[in-house]
């Protein structure tokens, strides 16, 4: 699922390196994990909604995923779909039925087992309701064969079906849990993940309990999760977050300000971290309002950011530049995009506009404690004036900015980060083209939208990354209400007895797999 964040390329190596190291992980976990105690870990803000089909934000979606799953998931590479609940699956000649086999050990966390009437019940509620119904768009019948197995048929074609049900938005649960909650969100759900709710308390923090019926087992022939639980806490300042695991009061976080990254690295208190992640951070306008009403005053943006010096004063040099809204560890990036700088050109375009003289007033905003988001706020602030548009620097609540940006009630906002939430392009390009139009107001041409659909149809590798060039390209014109950035790494911070943390490169955190030692 697509990842919004208000918080935090040059990625650090490739698929096949992932993997190495991943290998390497799974070796040590075997000769020397530990099972018990429970993780603190801190966010910016903690989720907002345990739905998986009503949320858009980042944080929710990646600990969601550490409590629902679905009938596939990405590896942890995020270069394939691997069995979830379901342990197999096969394809008619035709590739219109993909017929999947239950796992006889998936249960949800009250114990009862996973039927074919739960899933089938999770997915039409999700064809049918939330943000992100058009992943089963295509879905002809979901229909049942037995307990342990279920056909679901395509109208045609989809190249993405799997990455799609692989997407948290298509995560399972009960019948009864779905039939009785309607249209209405889950707030307490019964997944088959490895950890389940004990209790949530809203801008405070989420707990979490080991699942005690969870089906993956670990090297030591038990289930996991190694620990018994795990704390998410809402920390609001990035600094805050480091001296409270230097201190041992947390056990680690995300989102560390790059500018401490070289003074972390050498620092024995805590460990730092860094995963190679499908990650870009943008610049965000609404363009229901002026100025950005203008698609030019949006191209005189663009130009007027050097994104050389955004990577180096706001990332300590560990970014790339962004060339697209597409990440550039993801599949079908356009390395032939481009998002030049150019103020002379700039200038010019806002003398075309309906704006020649400029524009004051208006507010940037960003949550609190980010710095990340102040860094590129003050950056942004000042290579903006150079064309005419006086910006002023507002920090806001994340959960308060969260909501205002469901609303559609902000003007422009610094900070904002996508992690893709799914390997493959469809769901990040469909959501910023067809559904919800990433909340900007952006309208896409009928030609575009028509392209977006035929690019997830597609099955001709070749065509598919034609199709993504072309979007990505009309994108970059059209400036639709993101301003990429730069392309980032995750960046973590861990105290020392915390043994085999990974992030996914689709954000995912993997906390069952993680271990303390003592």
Do not use: C
């Not at 105690?37 to 803000?45: D, Q």
């Not at 064809?127 to 879905?139: E, F, H, I, N, P």
């Not at 700088?341 to 704006?355: C, F, G, I, P, V």
């Amino acid at each position: 699922m697509k990842r919004r964040a208000f918080l935090g390329s040059a990625l650090a190596g490739t698929g096949l390196a992932v993997l190495g190291g991943w290998r390497r992980t799974a070796v040590a976990e075997a000769a020397s994990a530990r099972r018990g105690g429970t993780l603190t870990w801190a966010y910016t803000t903690i989720p907002l909604r345990l739905d998986p089909l009503w949320t858009q934000a980042r944080t929710d979606s990646i600990i969601i995923s550490n409590i629902a799953q679905g009938l596939v998931r990405a590896n942890p590479t995020a270069t394939a779909v691997e069995p979830a609940l379901a342990e197999r699956w096969s394809v008619s000649g035709n590739g219109l039925t993909y017929t999947f086999f239950l796992r006889s050990g998936a249960r949800f966390h009250d114990g009862r087992p996973v039927t074919a009437d739960d899933v089938i019940a999770s997915l039409e509620r999700s064809r049918t309701l939330g943000v992100y119904k058009w992943s089963l768009a295509d879905v002809k019948t979901i229909a049942k064969l037995d307990d342990k197995r279920v056909a679901i048929v395509l109208n045609a074609p989809v190249a993405s079906i799997l990455a799609r049900l692989a997407m948290i938005s298509n995560a399972i649960f009960p019948k009864d849990q779905v039939t009785s909650t309607g249209q209405r969100e889950l707030t307490k759900p019964i997944g088959t993940g490895p950890f389940m709710v004990r209790e949530w308390v809203a801008n405070d923090h989420l707990t979490l309990d080991a699942n005690p019926h969870y089906w993956e087992l670990a090297p030591d022939g038990k289930p996991y999760p190694y620990l018994d639980g795990l704390v998410i806490k809402q920390v609001p300042e990035d600094t805050t977050k480091v001296l409270q695991i230097q201190a041992g009061d947390l056990g680690g976080a995300e989102a560390i300000p790059f500018s401490q990254v070289p003074a972390l690295k050498r620092d024995q208190r805590g460990q730092l971290l860094t995963f190679p992640q499908q990650q870009v951070y943008f610049m965000v306008v609404q363009l229901t309002r002026p100025p950005f009403d203008d698609v030019k005053v949006r191209q005189a943006m663009s130009l007027a950011l050097d994104r050389k010096v955004f990577v180096d004063r706001a990332t300590a040099g560990l970014a790339v530049p962004a060339n697209s809204f597409m990440p550039k560890s993801g599949l079908y990036w356009n390395g032939h995009a481009s998002l030049p700088y150019d103020l002379t050109k700039a200038k010019q375009l806002m003398r075309e506009s309906k704006y020649p003289n400029g524009r004051g007033g208006i507010t940037l905003q960003l949550p609190s404690g980010s710095q990340i988001g102040r860094d590129n706020a003050v950056l942004a602030q000042q290579m903006w004036g150079e064309i005419g548009l006086q910006v002023q620097i507002q920090e806001v609540d994340g959960s308060a900015l969260s909501a205002a940006w469901y609303k559609s009630n902000y003007e422009a906002i610094s900070g904002y980060q996508w992690t893709n939430g799914m390997m493959d392009p469809d769901q990040l390009v469909q959501f910023f083209f067809i559904d919800p139009r990433m909340n900007t107001g952006y309208q896409p041409s009928d030609q575009a939208v028509r392209m977006v659909k035929a690019a997830a149809e597609e099955l001709d590798p070749a065509k598919r990354r034609q199709l993504y060039d072309q979007i990505q390209t009309i994108y970059n014109t059209d400036v639709g209400g993101t301003i990429s950035l730069y392309y980032t790494p995750s960046v973590n911070y861990l105290t020392p007895h915390v043994r085999d943390f990974y992030r996914t490169p689709l954000g995912v955190p993997l906390y069952w797999k993680t271990w303390l030692a003592r």
